[in-house]
DNA sequence: CTGTTTTTTTCAAACGTTTGCATTGAATAT
DNA sequence: ATATTCAATGCAAACGTTTGAAAAAAACAG
């Protein structure tokens, strides 16, 4: 096919009989350059639709303006939040985002980071695959690092890695969901905990366990079931619970499509909620409001997330030797609604 | 801050007293190499981490090996869908996706294809922004086509604009969830329509439209109101729509958001679904076989429909001359559930 | 008309890599 | 010893742009 090759600086050089240099200074408003051969340059410039090569000048100034985003996925609310976030702040300082998606696969997470540091972009921001975690199996950080190109976390994280992190308390989200549904009177709380490993699921887990310490409710191995945080795989889970000879009387999810599971299962069997059973999800994602019951959750503030990322970022990129990496928790909040609210 | 400059070639040539090209040669695997050079350059290149710089190959091929993906947002179900089947077609085959989110901003839009184009991207896959819309307004595209960029619409068009799209069959969809709440027994069904200027919206309004007409059901402007896509966006719409003197029986809403929404709102007035009122969504997102009652929806292909759009690129990427674009409509399938399953 | 200043333009190098062609050095054939 | 072949390496240009320094052209003063 005839490829339109792109018009560039010496085309236009050509056509005016005069230097690269010059029309590259014309274009610029370099003062340094005659008022009519720039006026006459800039409209021929327009008129063919001159376009300037990024690329060179990427090569140039050893700069893409571009920054790397890796996460496992963008199905959910939250995560989108989050870009949502990083962009707010990125993009109107000029910065493109390059998204690339791991399927929670260590393999791909990889390569994308390999592809991102030989496409020379200037900072990454990760959220670890699933895959990953398992032992701190974080050799390829190493290259990121070594390059000095600053690297943050978010969320998800090796947690002995050492670089910047953005992170929503989770914990103490899940402790305040626990105890809310202990307040209400509930006193089998069961979890449907998130995949192993992953540093959410844990600090959630452990947020739910502590809480129950702390007011003396009898930990029970038969109430922690794990699932992939999607809707489907809390529905065998909750079946499972709601079997035991004494099932639980309050389930608390370990994000929101595994508690709306839970709460089609409940329905199913009959219970009412949050009488007969009370639910709690996390992240607080828009449906949560309009179900029926409408469900209480943990409230994770994505979009904030996104920029303190970016604000780590950039205080790395302007920090002097000794920089230190920071570390930004931010609060979740309990959205309490229906479906934990038990009138006694 | 003291920036580990990359290692490049011309350094791994000075540490060997050799030529930049041996050294590009030695880790190319050119046969004209010598086994020691090679082994030698290889390995210390690897001792010190040296990536290739993939910016200067990009000026020299004239070749990014990155795709442009527009899209007004990443939140629904969907549009993830979508980019998951653009990511299993194409990177496998090494294009690295560069994934814009426009916001439904027209001006974003406009700027982020400047920037790709700049960035000398070999193809975009564009789902036009809400904004865009009006009149046929798609000057911005000029310039991408006259680069000879391919250029693939997804599922949200300018209808006029010729070039290569993949789009499910709204209409026929909507058509068939219309035609179901007919033969449900329901006869005054409303219609929470999408937002104003989207080929989709139109599309969906039609099919309602047509098959109301077919089966002679008056169609009445007090049952059809729009959305703006979202749970939120339906509940007033829903309140009104059942304080009318003669309130719908069914309604299908635009997509599942919005059909979720107007569940909602009618278990809230206490209305049996789907005895009082028959509901029926669109997108069969996952959650959707999970609420209570289980909505019935109609089913669009996003996976393949982000395939197909690859398809397509490759198509115009190696066609000859006399190209004419492609026009690919995928079937939307309803999932009959719960929700407009009326038992008479 | 020469010398000086000012304005405008060009030169050349640089960014990192690849590649056709030329060159070198050695080995082999004559 | 000279010619021929072959293997291994180097040279130089190219991709598109910017930029400091040099050069050219124009303007001005004496």
């Known amino acids: 096919m005839p490829v339109n090759r792109p018009v560039t600086i010496k085309d236009i050089a050509r056509r005016f009989n005069c230097s690269p240099s010059t029309v590259s200074r014309a274009l610029n408003d370099h003062q340094a350059i005659n008022e009519d051969t720039r006026k006459n340059i800039q409209e021929y410039a327009r008129e063919v639709g001159y376009q300037k090569n990024e690329v060179s000048l990427s090569l140039l100034n050893k700069k893409t303006a571009t920054l790397g985003v890796v996460v496992p996925s963008i199905g959910h609310y939250y995560e989108t939040a989050v870009i949502e976030g990083l962009h707010a702040v990125l993009q109107p300082m000029g910065y493109t985002l390059n998204i690339c998606v791991t399927n929670e696969n260590y393999l791909l997470e990889k390569e994308y980071l390999s592809k991102l540091l030989s496409n020379r972009i200037e900072g990454i921001f990760l959220s670890v695959a699933q895959e990953t975690y398992d032992g701190g199996y974080y050799e390829h950080l190493e290259q990121v690092t070594h390059r000095q190109t600053p690297l943050i976390f978010i969320d998800r ?82 079946k499972r619970l709601l079997d035991l000879t004494v099932p639980p009387d309050a389930i608390f999810g370990a994000n929101d499509q595994v508690a709306i599971g839970a709460m089609r299962v409940a329905k199913d069997r009959g219970l009412s909620i949050p009488q007969d059973i009370g639910l709690v999800g996390f992240d607080n994602s828009p449906i949560t409001a309009y179900t029926f019951p409408s469900l209480t959750t943990v409230s994770r503030p994505g979009r904030k997330i996104g920029m303190e990322a970016s604000r780590l970022f950039l205080n790395q990129l302007n920090a002097s030797d000794d920089f230190v990496p920071e570390n930004i928790v931010l609060p979740a909040e309990l959205i309490i609604r229906e479906s934990s609210l038990r009138l006694r």
Request: with cysteine; hydrophobic share 35%.
């Open 157 to 238: 994280e090796y947690e002995a890695f050492e670089t910047s992190r953005a992170t929503v308390d989770d914990y103490h989200g899940a402790y305040a969901a626990v105890e809310h549904l202990i307040q209400m009177g509930y006193r089998r709380i069961a979890h449907l905990k998130g995949p192993n490993g992953l540093t959410v699921t844990e600090q959630r887990f452990k947020g739910y366990l502590d809480c129950l310490a702390k007011y003396e409710i009898p930990i029970s191995e038969e109430y922690i079931i794990n699932t992939n945080f999607k809707v489907e795989s809390s529905i065998v889970p909750t």
